[in-house]
């Protein structure tokens, strides 16, 4: 997925707008996952702008969690 297009206002009446606000940043706990998120939100939208992990990320971790089963304890013995 491509990155929007960056636009630049060069009129001289373009100064005279009001400053935009900034992003918001916040840390979030993926309730899926249980992973730690970075998320920068756009304030008007409430888009999420970026975030670390990457969505994609974190959905593997959940489909990991979800379908390992828990260590029992038991010792695995390999043979040929």
């Given at each position: 997925?491509?990155?929007?297009?960056?636009?630049?206002?060069?009129?001289?009446?373009?100064?005279?707008?009001?400053?935009?606000?900034?992003?918001?940043?916040?840390?979030?706990?993926?309730?899926?996952?249980?992973?730690?998120?970075?998320r920068?939100?756009d304030?008007?939208?409430?888009?999420?702008?970026?975030?670390?992990?990457?969505?994609?990320?974190?959905?593997?971790?959940?489909?990991a969690?979800?379908?390992?089963?828990?260590?029992?304890?038991?010792?695995?013995?390999?043979?040929?």
């Amino acid at each position: 997925m491509l990155d929007p297009a960056v636009s630049i206002d060069v009129r001289p009446q373009a100064g005279d707008a009001k400053p935009t606000e900034p992003d918001r940043r916040a840390y979030v706990r993926d309730r899926d996952s249980a992973a730690l998120v970075f998320r920068v939100t756009d304030p008007k939208t409430g888009d999420v702008v970026m975030q670390i992990p990457d969505e994609v990320v974190l959905r593997a971790r959940a489909y990991a969690r979800e379908n390992t089963t828990a260590f029992s304890g038991e010792r695995l013995v390999k043979t040929a």
